[in-house]
Structures are given as structure tokens and as C-alpha cells.
């Protein structure tokens, strides 16, 4: 029994020693390694006694591990044996092992590591492609791909736009692809992200190594239809057309760009011509005189041009004013004027027929028995007053003027006041020189002739004038009354127009709201202006005899660009925004003084201009042409393209010594 158990220790002893006597060492590797390349290393076993064992070799990765090799050897005493290993680095071997890895080998009771390495299935990708590019062009792409091993790819390469749906696949051939991608012709505008993914497949037909690299493309708008938006396609002559140019892109989308645009009349002849932008409204001022018929407008936009009628009506007006003792009336249509007119002499209807070309001008002598009358027209039932005159004659009548026997008299009294000059430089010459002796004459009363109101010219429009409808049994009131009353003075004025486009808003929002434009209106009532609201437009009249202003357009100009600065600022502190825009023109008005009220009424388009700036202005302030030629010293302006209107930049203050003198000069007046 004592032996048996001196047998079996000894031969544990034996067996220990041979496996503590085995030697185990792995050569090097490489540092790194891409998807499908060959993993090649040497193991050495050696051992100073005999031993048989299983080597078994294992790929340790921080993702897992897995057996790559396992063989028996045996050994005998002092023999040394070199086994060389090679594995395929594919997805059968990894599946989802990379990353950093490492060998260890196992014989018998020995086991090692090989020094760490990297397991990389990545591409690096540089590519070179254009970044404009138009529709229905190709996209040229060029690069390279590189293993991260430094081996160049022979795999394949995918272009894509994703947000076009686009897409092409092609081949990477020594580690160099040369593509291209086609852009649709109505391929919309603007940037997009071009994608270029390479990629190689081991021999189970599975991606191996990939790489990924993306880039900007922009694609150009090409503008490919040009058309034209009316809001009506018949309009009378006087007032504004509405219309908007549309660009069109290769995909359907509109564009703002700068048009041009002609307005051509019925005679083919060009009206009008400037530069507005597409996709914005834009309006057309036709005057009363706008020839009836077929009008067009041309838009032209690079090699582009569309061309799109409308239809001005016919428009018979004339307007009415009096000088002198004289009736004048104006054909203010666009067709000839030839209607029969009521004129009001007194309580006396005298009824006239009146052809007039258009544009042309008839003039009529009032007379009646001497005294001050009423001078009005009659158009249906209504009643127009233009004020009165000092008459004088047999009876009540308007007779026409001759032409020929005012040019006669013209030329005669300009002869006799020819020969009344040279009696006078005659006896001049004869007497300069001659004592005079006498006494000093002794002063008599001066006389001063009455006054006609000869000077003023009160002016009747059936398009324009305010009206109002009498009866017969108000006329002799009415007639009785004008002698405590003046009528209709022309006068040059300023017109400031305030355009609330969210009144509606603001009022239905409370009364604190409307307190900015309170404010305004309060402002220019101090400064003696008329005020005058027309719906969503607040008018603001400054003219000498409502004002008495000696510097009344500088004031006015002032008071445009305060009450500008003040909304500004009020629209910085409030959520609720007010959606203004100021406009200012000059020119002339009709001011009619009743029982001490002011009536305020345009000879022309002066009010129209001023609404139009105004309607023009976005939160700023714009003055016409007109205006501006006031006081070309004090403003600092800018013009809007193609438009006779200015942006209102600043007001230069006028000195001290100027405010001085002006006061000065005005008070020597008196």
C-alpha cells in the first residue's frame, strides 16, 4: 500500500514538472487590421520534458471572444516547435467582434496574450463635387476611399440627395470613384445635402468596410414663366389699377425679383415705364383723361416678356370754376364733352350747350343787372356753388367769348398803353430840366376800388367736388345767406394723410388703443391744420388761410415726421402693433369758408397723392415730388425706384437767425 502511494506521487511530481517545463509564446501582429484582411502570427511551444497537450488560440475582443484555433502537439524533452496560424478576418469569423483585440493561446497549463490590436471596418471618404448647379444638369462627383488599414477600397460607391429622392451607385476602383448625379429639370430650388457612402463585401457577400462623407448642393432658381395678375380687368378713368407681375421657377414657385414694366395706351404708345417687384401688388394712376379703349402692360424679365390687357371705360366730366365775372369749364373726361349745362345766376337757371374736345377749356361772360350774385350749376336735382360775383349789365345772360374780338382788344389796348408810354417820355424829355415854382399841393382823399373777388377761382368738378342737393324752397335761403359768406379760394396747401391699414383691429380692442392716433390728431388740431377722417385715412389740410402759418410746409414736413417717430416708438413698446403708413404731397385746394366752418375739397389728384404715399408707406413716412421741390434744402430723402414718390429720411432744423428773419419779414408784411 506504502509503495502504491510512492508510485502515484512520483508520477504526479513527473506529469507537474513536464507541464510546468511547457513554454508558450505568440509572435507579433500588426497594429491594426480592416475587415477581410488575413490575421497571420507564429506560436512558439517548447518544453524541457516531454509533453501532449491541445493548443487552443482565442480572439479576445472588448465586444467578446472567440475560438479561432485548436490542435494537439506533443513534445518531446528539449524539442522547440514553431506553428504558424492564418485566419480570415470576415463576417463567417467576427460576426460583431471589433474594436480593440488581442490573442491568447492556451497549451496545456501555460496560456499568453499577444499585444493588442485594432479591428477597424471603417472608410475614410474625400470627394469633390460642384456646389451650383443647375436644373437638368449633372452633378459631376470625384474622390477617393481609403481602409483604415491605409489600403486603398475596391468596393463601390452611392450617391443621394435624400430630400429629392435622388439617387446612383457606381464602382471604386483602386481606391478612386468618378460619378455623376442627375438633377431633374423642375428640381426646386435652394441648398440640399449630397451623401456619398463606399463600401467593399467580403466573399459571403456582406458589406465588410464602409465609409460615409456628405457635402452642400445648391441648385439655381431658373425663372421659366412670367405672367401678369389683375384685380379687375375694367377700370374707369381717374383711378388706380391694381396689378401684380408672378416670376415663375422651374418648379412651379414664385420668385421676387425686379420686372420691368410698360404701360401702353389704346395708340400703342408708351405711357409709362419702370421697375417694380414680382409677387407684390403694385398700382397704376390713370388720369381722368385716360384714353377709353384697350390698355395693356408689357413685363419684361430677362429674355422673358408677357403682355396682358384691360379695359379703360369711357368717362364724360367736366369741371366748373369762375374769374373775373367769367364761367370757365373744363372737359376733365376722357371723351369729348357735349351736354347741355344749367348755370345758376342768382335765382336765374340759364341753360347752355357746351361741346368741349377733351382737355379743352370753354369760358362764358356772366352778366346781370349791377349787384353781387350767387354763380352755381345744376347737374340733375343738385346744386353747385362757386361762389359769388360783382355783375353788371342789361339782363341776365351768358354770352360766349370771341375769340377774334379778344385777341382785337388785346392788341388795342396794348397799342394805346404803347402810346400813353411814349406821350410820357416825350413830355419827360421836354420838361426834366425846367424850374418848377409853385405851391405844394394840397392832399386829397384817396380812393380804393371795391373788390370783385376777382382774384379767386373757386372750381367745380362733377368727379370730384363735394355736393350738395337743394331744394327750391331752400334756394332763396340759401341765396340770401351768401352775402355773409366767401366761397372757393384756390389755395396752394399741404396734405399729410395718416393710413391706419388695422383700424378695425385697433378699435375693437378698447379706446386705449385708438389713444396714439387721438394724440395725432390732437397734435395737428394745435397746429391749426383741418382734419379730415375718410375711413381708415386721417387727412391733415395745412393751408395759409386755415393755418396762418408764414412757414407752413416746414411745419407740416415737421409734423409728418414726429407724428412717424411717435407710432414708431409706440409700436416698440405694445404687442398690438399699428400698421400706419404717412404720406405727404402739395398742391393746390379749394377753401371754402361757410358761417365760420372750413370746407376742404381737391381741384385735382393733390388729396389722391397724398392717400397714395400713404397707402405706399410701410411704417415709415414718403413724400411726393411735389413736396420735396418746397424745401430741397432742409430734407434728407430717398427715392423709391420708379416711383415720383421719396422716403422721408430726416429734417434738417432750419436756424435760429432763420426763424428770425422769417418772423421779421413777415411782420414788415402787415
Same mark, same amino acid.
Given at each position: 500500500m506504502e509503495k502504491r502511494v510512492i508510485i502515484i506521487a512520483l508520477l504526479g511530481i513527473i506529469?507537474?514538472?513536464?507541464?510546468? @517545463? %511547457?513554454?508558450?509564446?505568440?509572435?507579433?501582429?500588426? @497594429?491594426? /487590421? $480592416?475587415?477581410?484582411?488575413?490575421?497571420?502570427? &507564429?506560436?512558439?511551444l517548447s518544453s524541457s520534458t516531454g509533453v501532449s497537450e491541445f493548443l487552443v488560440t482565442k480572439l479576445v475582443c472588448s465586444s467578446g471572444e472567440i475560438e479561432i484555433y485548436r490542435s494537439p502537439y506533443s513534445l518531446s524533452a528539449g524539442e522547440r516547435r514553431i506553428i504558424p496560424i492564418s485566419i480570415k478576418l470576415d463576417s463567417l469569423l467576427l460576426k460583431n467582434l471589433n474594436g480593440m483585440c488581442k490573442i491568447e493561446a492556451i497549451y496545456g497549463s501555460s496560456k499568453t496574450f499577444s499585444q493588442n490590436f485594432y479591428i477597424d471596418s471603417k472608410v475614410s471618404v474625400v470627394f469633390y463635387a460642384e456646389s451650383i448647379v443647375d436644373p437638368g444638369k449633372e452633378v459631376k462627383v470625384s474622390g477617393t476611399a481609403k #481602409? $483604415?488599414?491605409?489600403q486603398v477600397l475596391e468596393g463601390f460607391l452611392d450617391i443621394s440627395i435624400g430630400e429629392l429622392g435622388l439617387s446612383n451607385k457606381d464602382l471604386v476602383k483602386n481606391g478612386e470613384f468618378n460619378s455623376t448625379l =442627375?438633377? +431633374?429639370r423642375n428640381a426646386r430650388s435652394g441648398s440640399y445635402e449630397i451623401t456619398i457612402r463606399v463600401y467593399d463585401k467580403d466573399n459571403l457577400n456582406v458589406v465588410a468596410n464602409e465609409g460615409n462623407n456628405s457635402g452642400m448642393l445648391r441648385i439655381k432658381q431658373i425663372i421659366e414663366k412670367i405672367d401678369l395678375a389683375y384685380e379687375i380687368l375694367e377700370t374707369n378713368p381717374g383711378t388706380d389699377f391694381l396689378y401684380s407681375v408672378i416670376l415663375l421657377d422651374q418648379a412651379g414657385d414664385s420668385s421676387r425679383q425686379e420686372v420691368e414694366v410698360s404701360l401702353i395706351d389704346p395708340k400703342e404708345k408708351i405711357v409709362q415705364k419702370s421697375f417694380v417687384? @414680382?409677387?407684390?401688388? &403694385?398700382n397704376l394712376s390713370l388720369d381722368s383723361a385716360a384714353l377709353p379703349g384697350n390698355w395693356k402692360i408689357i413685363a419684361r424679365f430677362n429674355n422673358l416678356v408677357y403682355e396682358k390687357e384691360f379695359y379703360v371705360n369711357e368717362f364724360e366730366d367736366a369741371s366748373f370754376y369762375i374769374a373775373n365775372n367769367t364761367l370757365y369749364v373744363k372737359n376733365t373726361g376722357n371723351v369729348p364733352f357735349d351736354s347741355p349745362v344749367r348755370i345758376l345766376i342768382g335765382e336765374e337757371i340759364v341753360v347752355k350747350e357746351v361741346a368741349l374736345g377733351i382737355g379743352a377749356i370753354k #369760358? =362764358? #361772360?356772366?352778366?346781370? +343787372?349791377?349787384?353781387? /350774385?350767387?354763380?352755381g350749376v345744376m347737374e340733375d336735382d343738385k346744386?353747385?356753388?362757386?361762389?359769388?360775383?360783382?355783375? $353788371?349789365?342789361?339782363?341776365?345772360g351768358v354770352g360766349e367769348y370771341d375769340e377774334i374780338s379778344d385777341g382785337l382788344s388785346f392788341w388795342i389796348w396794348l397799342l394805346i398803353l404803347l402810346i400813353l408810354c411814349l406821350a410820357t417820355v416825350y413830355f419827360y424829355k421836354k420838361h426834366a430840366h425846367k424850374s418848377y415854382y409853385g405851391k405844394e399841393p394840397v392832399s386829397s382823399t384817396?380812393?380804393? +376800388?371795391?373788390? $370783385?373777388?376777382?382774384? @379767386?377761382?373757386?372750381?367745380?368738378?362733377? %368727379?370730384? %367736388? +363735394?355736393?350738395r342737393s337743394f331744394s327750391f324752397e331752400e334756394k332763396a335761403m340759401k341765396l340770401r345767406e351768401n352775402k355773409a359768406e366767401s366761397f372757393g379760394n384756390k389755395e396752394k396747401a399741404v396734405i399729410v394723410a395718416l393710413n391706419v391699414r388695422n383700424l378695425s383691429e385697433i378699435a375693437a380692442s378698447g379706446e386705449d388703443s385708438l389713444a396714439p392716433i387721438g394724440k395725432i390728431i390732437e397734435s395737428a388740431r394745435k397746429k391749426g391744420a383741418k382734419f379730415k377722417d375718410e375711413e381708415n385715412y386721417k387727412l391733415f389740410i395745412f393751408s395759409p388761410s386755415v393755418t396762418k402759418d408764414p412757414n407752413l410746409n416746414y411745419n407740416a414736413l415737421q409734423f409728418l415726421n414726429k407724428a412717424e417717430v411717435f407710432l414708431n416708438d409706440y409700436n416698440k413698446k405694445k404687442a398690438?402693433?399699428?400698421d400706419f403708413g404717412l404720406g405727404a404731397n402739395a398742391g393746390e385746394l379749394i377753401i371754402e369758408s361757410s358761417r365760420g366752418k372750413i370746407k376742404v375739397s381737391s381741384s385735382g389728384n393733390t388729396i389722391l397723392v397724398a392717400k397714395k404715399a400713404a397707402s405706399r408707406a410701410k411704417n415709415e413716412a414718403i413724400i411726393s415730388q411735389a413736396l420735396k421741390r418746397e424745401l430741397p434744402a432742409v430734407l434728407k430723402t430717398s427715392p423709391l425706384p420708379g416711383e415720383n414718390f421719396f422716403k422721408l429720411n430726416s429734417i434738417v432744423n432750419r436756424s435760429p437767425q432763420e426763424e428770425f428773419l422769417s418772423k421779421f419779414m413777415n411782420r414788415n408784411k402787415k
Open positions: 506529469v507537474f514538472m513536464g507541464a510546468a @517545463s %511547457a513554454e508558450l509564446l505568440i509572435g507579433q501582429t500588426d @497594429s491594426l /487590421y $480592416s475587415i477581410g484582411d488575413s490575421l497571420d502570427f &507564429n506560436i512558439t #481602409k $483604415s488599414n491605409g =442627375f438633377i +431633374p417687384v @414680382s409677387g407684390t401688388t &403694385n #369760358k =362764358f #361772360k356772366l352778366s346781370a +343787372p349791377e349787384g353781387d /350774385y350767387s354763380i346744386e353747385f356753388y362757386l361762389g359769388t360775383a360783382l355783375l $353788371s349789365g342789361n339782363a341776365v384817396s380812393f380804393t +376800388p371795391r373788390d $370783385s373777388g376777382a382774384g @379767386s377761382e373757386p372750381v367745380f368738378s362733377k %368727379a370730384a %367736388a +363735394p355736393q398690438l402693433k399699428i
